[in-house]
């Protein structure tokens, strides 16, 4: 089984940024694709950007684009979202997930394991 573990969230200004970590360890993949989602009190999960281990391409919400990074050091199993030009909307808990495929997906229900998320706050 491989286990995510997400880090790097906390509480920060309007305009700020944060960058959170995503570690996987465990079993690993030979191809996997990797996501962050958030969701916030009340709403439903919501997908925010993957990766694709195989071909490194990427797919963004268009709510982040432009303002979110995803980036990956495979050497260390991270997965990294770097957050610029944080807003209060963007208040959330951010999960990472795997999904035992290369090919990226925009939904939750395709990722077969998730971290335990990590709160962000975003102040006004």
């Known amino acids: 089984q491989v286990q995510l573990v997400e880090s790097g969230g906390g509480l920060v200004q309007a305009g700020g940024s944060l960058r959170l970590s995503c570690v996987a360890s465990?079993?690993?993949?030979?191809?996997?694709?990797m996501g962050w989602f958030r969701q916030a009190p009340g709403k439903e999960r919501e997908f925010l950007v993957t990766i694709s281990s195989i071909t490194g391409s990427t797919l963004y919400a268009d709510s982040v684009k432009g303002r979110f990074t995803i980036s990956r050091d495979t050497a260390k199993n991270t997965v990294y979202l770097q957050m610029n030009s944080l807003k209060p909307e963007d208040t959330a808990v951010y999960y990472c997930?795997?999904?035992?495929?290369?090919?990226?997906?925009?939904?939750?229900?395709?990722?077969?394991?998730w971290g335990q998320g990590t709160q962000v706050t975003v102040s006004s």
């Open positions: 465990g079993r690993t993949f030979s191809s996997y694709a």
């Open positions: 997930a795997i999904r035992r495929t290369g090919v990226p997906s925009t939904t939750q229900y395709d990722y077969d394991t």
